[in-house]
Structures are given as structure tokens and as C-alpha cells.
């Protein structure tokens, strides 16, 4: 049976049911702690740049092991800012997995170069180095290696092909807030991080956010006059062409409430993917595995299955919310496709067949034994 439309979704105030995701839960934790943020910003007219942003600047810089942190509007401009800051432009060829959200790729358009989609590696769905590899020509200038669904990619592996190759590493960390390497975090691991404070993101903003991260003084210098129309030294002189992309005091003040919890949140997080491991481990559902030595923050947890669409509908008439990241891989996206990148097996595969499964830190045990539950009767009915 294959059903097109999306499946209905949840009611979540019925204690029956399981939404994909709960941010009220975790803001309400919060709340209190929010106002007297407000109270104080507003106190300060500390709205754009002031001591709240340069706090959580610093903060976030040592979170990640990094000498500088900027912040700015999003995580779609932490990218575009950062290929500008490198250089990065017009004639230039950026490997981008095509297995990403869609604003790797539109960061690099944005910066005027061109992205080149890849392929993934089956079993985790990062890039690896004979992704990029294979994708190297005499215009590449740089990769971007995602961190998708709070899995770490294996940076090292492809800064010592982009070394050979003379291109830089540059690590799109929006779904891996606080993921590590070997013990090294997410963001310190090639030339530049970048990162997304959009609510539902691991480190999540009360509104839109994001940062940039590094070790580079001169880069992390470019990126902070570019997302600030171009300041030199004196605020009045206006070195190059940039534009306004700032991260706001307020949330700043808000993230910087949060920064605390996260390592407590992704604990929990992982706590719940092993929970669902063991459950599951025994039917055909492809969860996307870990890399090892790595310690993953489970942004998304993400399972693979034959008719999608089918499932989800089943699931969700029992209560369960599901969702898809991401359905139509960017090298099939319309807004893409005249960059003309291929059949790209491993991913085009994927799309048709990822279901990300509710995860969230305040999800408790029962939920999650509730989901399994819903999904070991959708495959029994689906054998019989
Ligand atoms: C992998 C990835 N890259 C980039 C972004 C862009 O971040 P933002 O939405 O803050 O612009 C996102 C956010 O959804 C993302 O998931």
C-alpha cells in the first residue's frame, strides 16, 4: 500500500499520543530564568552587541575547545560568512554532502561560489573522504562537512585529503551542538565551525541564531566585520561591502541560560537512542549507525524503512508523530539542480526511505517504550 500524503498530525495535549517534538517541556524549565534575562537586556538596551553577547561569545569559544566565536543571525549566514571570510566566491567549487538541509547549499550559492553534491557513506549517511575525493577538480576550494542528525563526520579523515588538495575544511555543526571527536568538540575540528540557534536545535534560541567558530584570528576578524556591514577597527569606517547578520543580546542572554544544560540534554538525548537501540535491535529498521570514538548528540534519531509512507500513516494512527529529514536530497532539489550533480546512489536511496523518530530530552522512557511499541505491531501487521 503506498499512501502519498503526509500523515495527520498528533493532538499534543493528549497524553496518548507521542509528537515528534515538545520544545514547551524544556522552555518551561526555563521560563523564570528568561524573564529576569529580559528584565536585564532591556534594563542594559543591550539589543545589538553588549556584555550578553560577548559572554556567550566567550563561552561558546571554550564550550568548543576555540579561540574565537562570532555570532550571528543564523546558521545559514554562519556558513555563507565564513566562505566569504576564506575568500571563497565567485569561480569557486564547494563539496557540499547532498545529504544535508537545503541551507548547506544555499550558503554557498549565497556566497557566489558552486556547490558540488556528493554522495554519503551508507551506514552512518555522513561525507567521508572518498566522497570528497571523487568529487575534487581544479576550482575546489573547500568542503563542508555536515554533522547531521548530531552524528560527527570523520573530519579528520577529509582535512588530510583537502591538505593534499590544498582546499579547506569547514564543519556545518547546526545539528551537533556539543557532539564530539576523540574528545574533541564539533566546531574546533577543521579551519571553521559553524552552528544554528534555531529552536528546535540541540542549543536552541527563543528565534533565530547562530555562530561561527575558530582558531583563525584573521578569519574569525572577516567574519565579524562582514556580518557587521563591513566595520574595520573604527565603527565609522566601513572596510568592505558586508551586511547586518548579528546575533541579538537578547538571545544571546537566552542561549546563555541554556549553554549549562546542554551537556545534561544530550546526555539524555543519548540515554534515549540506546534506549531505542535495544528495543529495536532486532527489526529492519537501518537506524543510522554512530562512527566510533565519536560521541553523537542525537539531534535526529533516524531510521530507514520500505514503504515510508505506509509506516507513518500506521504510526501516527496509533499516536505517533514522525517526520522526514530530508525527503528530497539538494542535489534533486529544484533550486539546485542546474548545478547538475548526478545519480547519487547511497542518498537518493536514503531519501525515500528515512523516518526520523520522536527524541527530545524531555521525552521520558515510557514514551519512547510507547513508540516501540506502536512500531514492533505496524511490522507485525505488515508480515502477516
Ligand atoms: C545541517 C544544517 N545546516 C544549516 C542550517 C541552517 O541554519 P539556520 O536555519 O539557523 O539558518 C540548518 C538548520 O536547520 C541545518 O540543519
Known amino acids: ?14 497524553a496518548d499520543t507521542v509528537p515528534f517534538y515538545a520544545l514547551w517541556p524544556q522552555h518551561e524549565h ?47 549566514d554562519a556558513i555563507e560568512l565564513t566562505l566569504r571570510g576564506l575568500g571563497i566566491g565567485p569561480g569557486d567549487e564547494v563539496v557540499v554532502p547532498a545529504n544535508t538541509f537545503v541551507a548547506t547549499a544555499a550558503a554557498v550559492v549565497a556566497a557566489g561560489a558552486t556547490p558540488v553534491f556528493v554522495d554519503v557513506d551508507p551506514g552512518t549517511l555522513l561525507v567521508t573522504e572518498s566522497n570528497v575525493l571523487a568529487a575534487l577538480g581544479p576550482v575546489t576550494a573547500a568542503v563542508i562537512v555536515v554533522h547531521l542528525y ?18 579547506v575544511v569547514i564543519e556545518d555543526a547546526a545539528q551537533a551542538h556539543g557532539a564530539s571527536s576523540d574528545g574533541r568538540r564539533a566546531g574546533s575540528l577543521a579551519r571553521a565551525g559553524t552552528f544554528s540557534f534555531y529552536p528546535g536545535k540541540n542549543l ?15 578569519l574569525a576578524q572577516r567574519v565579524r566585520s562582514l556580518s557587521n556591514h563591513g566595520r574595520g577597527h573604527v565603527a565609522t569606517e566601513h572596510i568592505e561591502v558586508g551586511r547586518n547578520s548579528r546575533l541579538d543580546g537578547l538571545q544571546a542572554a537566552f542561549l546563555g541560560e541554556k549553554l549549562p544544560d546542554l551537556d ?29 570514538a565519536t560521541e553523537p548528540v542525537y539531534h535526529l534519531m533516524v531510521a530507514q524503512v ?68 506502536a512500531i514492533v505491531a505496524v511490522i507485525e501487521e505488515d508480515n502477516r
Request: glycine share 8%; hydrophobic share 40%; net charge neutral.
Open 306 to 373: 520500505d514503504e515510508r509512507a505506509w509506516f507513518r500513516h500506521r504510526l501516527a494512527d496509533r499516536g505517533i508523530e514522525t517526520s522526514i529529514h530530508y525527503p528530497m536530497p539538494c542535489h534533486r532539489q529544484p533550486a539546485f539542480e542546474r548545478f547538475g550533480s548526478g545519480y547519487l546512489p547511497i542518498v537518493e536511496r536514503a531519501a525515500s526511505r528515512l523516518v526520523s523518530l520522536p527524541l527530545y530530552p524531555t521525552m521520558t522512557n515510557d514514551q519512547v517504550h510507547r513508540v516501540c511499541e
Open 264 to 292: 545534561r540534554f544530550n546526555r539524555r538525548r543519548r540515554e534515549l537512542a540506546a534506549l531505542y537501540r535495544s528495543t529495536l535491535l532486532d527489526l529492519p529498521l537501518g537506524l543510522v549507525q554512530a562512527r566510533p
Open 30 to 76: 526555563f521560563l523564570a530564568r528568561f524573564r529576569q534575562q529580559l528584565d536585564d537586556v532591556v534594563m542594559a538596551n543591550a539589543f545589538v552587541g553588549g556584555p550578553w553577547l560577548d559572554r556567550f561569545e566567550r563561552r561558546w569559544a571554550e564550550y568548543c575547545g576555540v579561540d574565537h566565536a562570532i555570532g550571528v543571525a543564523n546558521g545559514t
Open 1 to 14: 500500500m503506498t499512501v502519498n500524503a503526509s500523515p495527520p498530525r498528533v493532538d499534543p495535549l493528549d
Open 150 to 167: 548530531g552524528q560527527v563526520a570523520d573530519v579528520d579523515a577529509i582535512t588530510s585529503v583537502a591538505d593534499r588538495h590544498g582546499i
Open 204 to 218: 536552541g534560541a527563543l528565534g533565530d541564531g547562530g555562530m561561527v567558530t575558530t582558531d583563525d584570528a584573521v
